[in-house]
């Protein structure tokens, strides 16, 4: 059976199906999902690729941030790095190799703890950190694929338990960043809200399915790392028309509008964004309820994101209202529906939502700033040595310095990408004096 077949069945059996829910089919179920199915779909011959792809010292200049953090924690003999959707785990390998090589005092406090929700996506790992893993330097848990049984079928009327979006495989490697500017919208985008009390829907339930595994103790100092995994956590859309749903006529899948429920509602309300004529707006809930989780889960520590997104000034200015987008074959697809569980389904980021949410378990919300601020601030001290020391010949500093460009200057990926901290149980000023937190003049909320 293919997941166009498995969504048409539930939608028979069940009526027309919420976006998140249809969202959530496409990207996590565990067979015939897209992050389910292929690991290889996300190197270089996959539809996208991350920070990590473009070179090794995206890695290194977080790794030197993680050491400044650890030290503004005091030092403590133990300190856990936990990684929401590592994929193949470039980026933690990046990580522990610069940390060990540059860091060897911080390293030897330091143990790695991955979570990832795809099977495959764990085997990959275990083979890329093998040598972390059996040093004890790194583990690797699995975010829960499915909710407890029944309780989607107490809201939505299916007759088995839906499996969850939870952990997004980190997609890498491709041709084409998925936060890319020249991005275009599906042809049906919607538009998210974000409420920590959600009603109805699909993701109401998710908040007993997120996991936040961690392998030290819970007093244990945390550094909570999360680069593009909140952008792949469904949505539901809303218009002025209600909310989306799904269904399926003459043998296509089709929108119908429904009535929003209390939550979405309330989301709109909470942040005065009402999608207008013609309009549609996102409502990350489950993105909502991650960020809740992991929030109350750190007792001293960080919490770092890094995606591309938007604030409530800039939707409020008319911008990033419909910004679900696909992607396949290194390019934008015009249609959500076109592919399902063979295309990237993604939503800009909420990034005003989720510093409420944080704030609301007692961490301190720190201004929002771009990715080329942040690497900047932690590279300009030493003239990004983390990326040209290993450099050898001209020909190697070349082409390092092309791929540093990318990740820092507006024309790659430096302005796409908005970097979120929140921290607990530190004094403000030692945060702020964090070299990522440094440059340039932060964004407002």
């Known amino acids: ?128 950190l093998s040598g972390h893993m059996q040093r004890g330097k790194a583990s690797l848990s699995a975010l829960p694929r499915g909710l407890k049984p029944g309780t989607f079928a107490d809201l939505y009327g299916t007759s088995e338990a839906m499996p969850s979006r939870n952990a997004v495989a980190r997609r890498e490697g491709s041709l084409k960043p998925r936060g890319d500017a020249t991005a275009q919208p599906m042809a049906a985008p919607g538009s998210a809200m974000d409420n920590p009390g959600r009603g109805k829907d699909t993701t109401s339930e998710v908040s007993d399915a997120v996991s936040t595994p961690r392998a030290l103790a819970p007093e244990v100092a945390v550094i909570v790392f999360a680069n593009e995994f909140f952008d792949a956590l469904p949505v539901e859309v809303l218009s002025p028309q209600g909310e989306l749903r799904i269904s399926q006529k003459d043998g296509r899948l089709c929108e119908t509008w429904h009535p929003a429920s209390a939550e979405e509602l309330g989301f709109l309300d909470r942040y005065s964004v009402h999608p207008e004529a013609g309009e549609r707006i996102e409502a990350p809930l489950t993105g909502q309820r991650y960020m809740s989780q992991i929030a109350a889960m750190v007792e001293r520590g960080f919490v770092v994101v890094i995606d591309y997104g938007y604030t409530r000034q800039e939707q409020l200015a008319g911008r990033h209202r419909g910004t679900i987008a696909a992607y396949r074959q290194h390019s934008a697809c015009a249609n959500p529906y076109q592919a399902p569980g ?79 901290l ?24």
């Not at 530190?426 to 340039?440: A, C, D, E, Y």
């Open 422 to 445: 929140a921290s607990k149980g530190i004094p403000t000023q030692t945060v702020k004096r964090l070299s990522g937190l440094t440059f340039g003049t932060p964004a407002t909320w």
């Open 342 to 420: 063979e295309q990237d389904l993604t939503a800009h980021v909420n990034f005003t939502a989720l510093a409420a949410v944080a704030e609301e378990q007692g961490m301190q919300a720190h201004p929002l700033l771009t990715q080329s601020q942040v690497l900047l601030g932690i590279g300009e001290h030493n003239q990004f040595a983390d990326a040209f020391e290993p450099c050898r010949l001209p020909q190697e500093r070349a082409k390092a310095a092309l791929q540093l460009k990318h990740l820092v200057t507006p024309a790659g990926m430096g302005e796409s990408f908005h970097v979120l």
């Open 1 to 128: 059976m293919t997941l166009r077949h498995r969504i048409e069945q539930e939608i028979r059996e069940c009526g027309p199906m919420p976006f998140s829910r249809y969202m959530e089919l496409c990207l996590y179920h565990p067979d015939l999902g897209y992050y389910s199915r292929n690991p290889e779909q996300f190197g270089k011959s996959g539809d996208f690729y991350t920070s990590s792809d473009v070179h090794a010292v995206f890695g290194r200049l977080l790794a030197r941030q993680f050491e400044e953090m650890w030290r503004a924690l005091g030092s403590p003999p133990q300190i856990e790095i936990l990684e929401f959707g590592p994929g193949r785990g470039l980026f933690a390998q990046d990580v522990l190799d610069w940390s060990e090589k540059k860091f060897p005092e911080f390293f030897r406090a330091l143990h790695y703890s991955l979570a990832e929700s795809s099977s495959r996506l764990r085997q990959r790992l275990q083979g890329t």
